[in-house]
Each structure stands twice: as structure tokens, then as C-alpha cells.
């Protein structure tokens, strides 16, 4: 077999984890074969070395789930995350001086993720999670993120996009779009009040490289009804310089 087509054969297999999501927790290898247009025979190769591999387990009525050794390698990923390592006592302080949950989210090719969770006090029911992508326009944290992206950058968030932004209530013309960005750029935060679950609100900053973009976001999240008794301009005061302390740590 030629190296190239090793190479695309291998990138197909890898394909196959993909293929799993919140409405496809499992799948037979028929499905699997039919959403990559492989042979059965095919299909069934790719299942039984990723079952080898450990990256997909065999569950009920002979379908396949993802597998026991992506937990492993995420014991990996959080060791191995710089923000993480350098935020994480950060993250604490902020929970201790305010009570609120704080979280750090990060971007993924065009995905959100949020990647740590320290909760507070009374830890907010999150409909969001680590390793479960977010709406990349809506909440503080997708915010604060495309923020930093140079024009080029954004402009082709914009274009891949579009119509997913509009829904999300943004400009639908890119010079309006990028201007919107680039007053949360400056301003430094976003203070998000319902708008990706209606009874929360987040205060994110970004944790910013020495180029301008980022390593990350950081945000305090809180039930929306208790505004009326915080002090939101401290909580910003602690949620940017939280920010920049990480940053600082990084770069």
C-alpha cells in the first residue's frame, strides 16, 4: 500500500470518532460504514482497531460507543494544559472571594470548550461542560475569544459562519460584525445576562498571549437574580486582572 494511501486510509479510521456526538452516543458499524461511504468490510476494520486501541468499547445490541482510553489520554490533556497548571489556583481564589463558579473556556479550531470548572458555593446548574462543545456565539466566554482574532481571522469565522451568527442575533454585514468584536476587544470583558441559559450570567475576560490572542477565556458565572445584590464592576475588576495574572504566568 502506497504511503499516501496509508495516509488517507488512517485518516478515515481517525474519522470515525467524529462520528459520535450528543445524538449519536453509539453506533452499529453499519452506520459507521454508511456516514464514511467505506465498504462493510471496511467499516468493520476501522471498528475492530479502534477497539484494539481502546478508543471505542462495544455497548449494547452490537453497537460501539467511544472507549475507556479516551478517558485516560483527558487525565493526559488536563495534566499536560498550561492554563490549567497556572490557573487553576487562580480559578480558586476567585471562587473563594466571590462564591461564584468559575470556569475556563478555550477555542478549538471552531469549536468552544470549556476545559475546568472550580464551583462555588452554590454551584450553578451548567447546561455545558468540559469537552461538550458551546455555541460559538453566544455567552462571555465565545465572546471574549473571537474578540482576539485578527480581522483576517474573524472574517473568516464570518464567512464560514454567517448565518449561524445572525440567529445568534449579531450583524449580518461584516463591517458591522467586526466592529462589534472590536468594542469587546477593547473593553477588555462581556457581560453575558441569559443569553446562552436564561437564568445564568458570566463576567469573561480573556487570558491574553503576548501577540494579542488567546490562550484561553475566564469567566465567573452566576445566577442572573442575584445582580440585583453584586457588585458587577468588582466582579469585572476580578474576573480581567484574574485574567491577566494567569496570562502573565503563560507568556
Not at 476545559?115 to 446548574?125: F, I, K, Q, V
Not at 461538550?132 to 464567512?159: C, I, M, N, W, Y
Request: glycine residues 8%; contains cysteine; hydrophobic residues 40%.
Amino acid at each position: 500500500m502506497s504511503e499516501e494511501k496509508s495516509n488517507s486510509s488512517l485518516e478515515r479510521m481517525l474519522a470515525v470518532l467524529d462520528l459520535f456526538d450528543d445524538q449519536h452516543l453509539a453506533r452499529t458499524a453499519e452506520d459507521i460504514a454508511a456516514a464514511l461511504e467505506v465498504s462493510l468490510p471496511t467499516g468493520y476494520r476501522y471498528v475492530r482497531t479502534l477497539l484494539e486501541a481502546g478508543l471505542l468499547q462495544r455497548v449494547e445490541n452490537s453497537q460501539y460507543a467511544l472507549g475507556p482510553r479516551i478517558i485516560l489520554l483527558d487525565h493526559y490533556i488536563r495534566r499536560a494544559d498550561p492554563v490549567l497548571r497556572e490557573g487553576i489556583p487562580v480559578m480558586r481564589e476567585l471562587v473563594e472571594q466571590t462564591g461564584f463558579d468559575c470556569v475556563t473556556s478555550g477555542l478549538f479550531g471552531m469549536q468552544v470548550l470549556d476545559t475546568h470548572r472550580e464551583m462555588g458555593s452554590r454551584p450553578a446548574t451548567l447546561a455545558y461542560g468540559r469537552g461538550r462543545p458551546r455555541p460559538l456565539f453566544q455567552g462571555g466566554a465565545p465572546k471574549v475569544l473571537l474578540a482576539s482574532f485578527t480581522p483576517v481571522q474573524l472574517r473568516k469565522v464570518f464567512e464560514a459562519r454567517r448565518e449561524e451568527a445572525v440567529r445568534a442575533g449579531l450583524p449580518g454585514e461584516w463591517s458591522d460584525f467586526r466592529k462589534y468584536y472590536a468594542a469587546i476587544r477593547r473593553t477588555g470583558h462581556y457581560l453575558s445576562k441569559g443569553e446562552l441559559e436564561p437564568q445564568l450570567t458570566a463576567v469573561a475576560a480573556p487570558i491574553l498571549k503576548g501577540d494579542g490572542s488567546a490562550w484561553a477565556a475566564l469567566s465567573l458565572v452566576l445566577e442572573t437574580s442575584r445582580l440585583a445584590v453584586v457588585d458587577t464592576a468588582k466582579l469585572v475588576r476580578l474576573v480581567t486582572e484574574g485574567a491577566a495574572r494567569i496570562g502573565a504566568r503563560l507568556n
